[in-house]
């Protein structure tokens, strides 16, 4: 059985931090491209950063250009998000997902079928 599983998101204050986990099981996650997507509230799922399957190169949103990067722990077939500085709108449910293709230039959610189920993350002011 193939998964992703999230988790590390939280709430937290406004210019802090959180690093997000992404676990495959069933796969290797070195594989593949990996992507991180979130949806708030009433807005549409949107691509946060994706990246190749050697970690090399990376695409990011310009919203968190500077303050998010990307890491992974092949050992542990895990994919991180380090989320600095954080604002009060990068509150969101946070998604992996993961392709097959190494489609790591086109961050859009329908091309990762390999999905988690979201880990939330809040930040106050």
């Known amino acids: 059985q193939l998964e992703l599983v999230e988790s590390g998101g939280g709430l937290v204050q406004s210019g802090g931090s959180l690093r997000l986990s992404c676990v495959a099981s069933?796969?290797?996650?070195?594989?593949?491209?990996v992507g991180w997507f979130r949806q708030a509230p009433g807005k549409e799922r949107e691509g946060v950063l994706c990246v190749d399957s050697d970690n090399g190169d990376a695409v990011f949103a310009d919203s968190v250009k500077g303050r998010f990067t990307v890491s992974r722990d092949n050992a542990k077939n895990t994919v991180y998000l380090q989320m600095n500085n954080l604002k009060p709108e990068d509150t969101a449910n946070y998604f992996c997902?993961?392709?097959?293709?190494?489609?790591?230039?086109?961050?859009?959610?329908?091309?990762?079928?390999?999905r988690g189920q979201g880990t939330q993350v809040t930040v106050a002011l």
């Open positions: 997902g993961a392709d097959a293709g190494n489609r790591w230039s086109r961050c859009r959610w329908d091309l990762y079928p390999y």
């Open positions: 069933g796969f290797r996650l070195d594989r593949y491209a």
